[in-house]
């Protein structure tokens, strides 16, 4: 198990449904990302929280909405996905500055 | 474009071998280079580089970053079944992105 905690670990969704990744991290860390990872890829950056507020959107379609509560939390909303947002979300946090970013197990999605 | 390649893509070998996996680089304002393990979920971060020369070990595993020819290596030493992952190695132009490169795909046979 990791320090980064990701709810839900699998999730299947029509592409009319709205819903929420959650992830969250007791490690004191003030940066928190979001990645998506397709089979056989390495991750791929989406967006980057420091200090809760967001400091990079990787040009990552409106259908994804991120937020921040708190520097714990990690929120990632969904609504109108296409079947070719199937993928492993990940969650990561680190200290911002040049530390090592900290990985959930992510959230397994599938747009049907 | 900033980028970071990977070598060899896919390995396969026997427990007890050595395995050198190799990570080259092109970014502007470079800062670290990590090596991370992917088995089915978390990649578990292993080693952060940042100067060139100082090797970095944990038991069996060790790595080194050249600043000079822009590439670093992550050696295994005396291979075991638990060591069969992929192996991401992922540099930092700036302090809050990561660019990973494609991946080495180990497999350890007993």
């Known amino acids: 198990d990791t320090e980064v905690t990701q709810t839900p670990k699998h999730l299947v969704m029509g592409m009319t449904n709205k819903k929420s990744l959650k992830c969250e991290q007791h490690m004191g860390h003030r940066a928190m990302y979001w990645y998506k990872q397709k089979a056989k890829k390495p991750p791929e950056l989406m967006f980057v929280?420091?200090?809760?507020?967001?400091?990079i959107n990787e040009s990552v379609p409106s259908r994804f909405s991120p937020e921040c509560p708190n520097s714990s939390l990690l929120n990632l909303h969904l609504h109108a996905l296409q079947p070719e947002d199937s993928a492993l979300y990940l969650c990561?946090?680190?200290?911002?500055?040049?530390?090592?970013?900290?990985f959930g197990d992510g959230t397994r999605l599938s747009i049907l | 474009e900033d980028k970071v390649v990977q070598s060899p893509l896919s390995l396969v070998v026997h427990e007890g071998d050595t395995v050198t996996l190799n990570c080259s680089y092109e970014v502007t304002n470079f800062r670290s280079l990590l090596w991370y393990k992917q088995e089915k979920k978390a990649p578990t971060f292993l080693f952060m580089l940042?100067?060139?020369?100082i090797e970095k070990k944990s038991g069996r595993l060790s790595s080194i970053l050249d600043k000079k020819e822009l590439f670093s290596i992550l050696n295994i030493t005396a291979t075991q079944t638990g060591d069969s992952a992929i192996y991401l190695c992922a540099v930092a132009p700036n302090t809050d992105k990561l660019i990973f490169g494609t991946g080495t795909r180990l497999q350890v046979f007993p």
């Open positions: 940042t100067s060139s020369g």
């Open positions: 929280y420091s200090y809760e507020k967001l400091s």
């Open positions: 990561a946090s680190s200290q911002p500055g040049n530390t090592p970013q900290h």
